[in-house]
């Protein structure tokens, strides 16, 4: 018992050792919790630049075999889609009048929206994905049959949509992420 918890502190203290230099921030998928409903467990993906859940084809262009859903991280508040290179794709929400909670990601230096937030970002004691302690709502009948994700302003039906659900977005920590870029 002894050796081994000195060697799961030695393995520890060996992988933070090597993990130290880089530090990459954790890599993330999203699912989404809301028994008994259409979104139940369904995962999050990233395309047109905006999310959406049970979206078929995300058509993202990856560096490898991706699992179709989005994989991403948050630095400094902000939350990235997860790329190797090239320019980063870093996700807003609009909570204003004309915004309603809308939630999209722009790519490299792209104009954002007059009432954009970028900073924000965060991972509750439970592994939940929130915007400043805000959750989710998701809405049915966007492209492809998917539903869109918006942030819970306390609207119920953002964008003129009907059948929308809140939800939990639970991150699933994602050791091997793909690089991907989604489409604008
Ligand atoms: C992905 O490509 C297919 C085939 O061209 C198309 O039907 C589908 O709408 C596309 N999906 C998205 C989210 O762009």
Redesign the pocket.
């Known amino acids: 018992m002894m050796l081994l918890q000195t060697i799961s502190t030695l393995s520890l203290l060996v992988a933070s050792a090597i993990a130290a230099p880089q530090k990459a921030p954790a890599t993330f998928d999203v699912m989404a919790l809301r028994s008994a409903s259409p979104i139940h467990f369904a995962q999050v ?1 990233a ?2 630049g905006g999310l ?1 859940l049970n ?5 993202a262009t990856c560096e490898g075999k991706s699992s179709g859903h989005a994989t991403l991280y948050i630095e400094g508040e902000e939350l990235v889609l997860y790329s190797c290179k090239g320019e980063k794709q870093k996700v807003f929400v609009d909570r204003s009048g004309m915004g309603q909670g809308v939630v999209r990601y722009v790519t490299g230096e792209q104009a954002l929206p007059r009432y954009a937030e970028l900073k924000g970002w965060a991972t509750d004691k439970n592994k939940n994905l929130n915007f400043k302690g805000t959750g989710f709502v998701a809405c049915p009948h966007s ?2 049959d ?1 539903w869109s994700l918006w942030l819970d302003v306390g609207l119920g039906q953002p964008g003129g949509n009907k059948g929308c659900l809140g939800f939990t977005a639970r991150e699933l920590e994602n050791k091997k992420p793909v690089g991907c870029r989604y ?1 604008q």
């Not at 979206?55 to 058509?59: A, E, K, R, T």
């Open positions: 993906s395309a047109k959406f979206l078929p084809h995300s058509n492209i492809d998917s489409t």
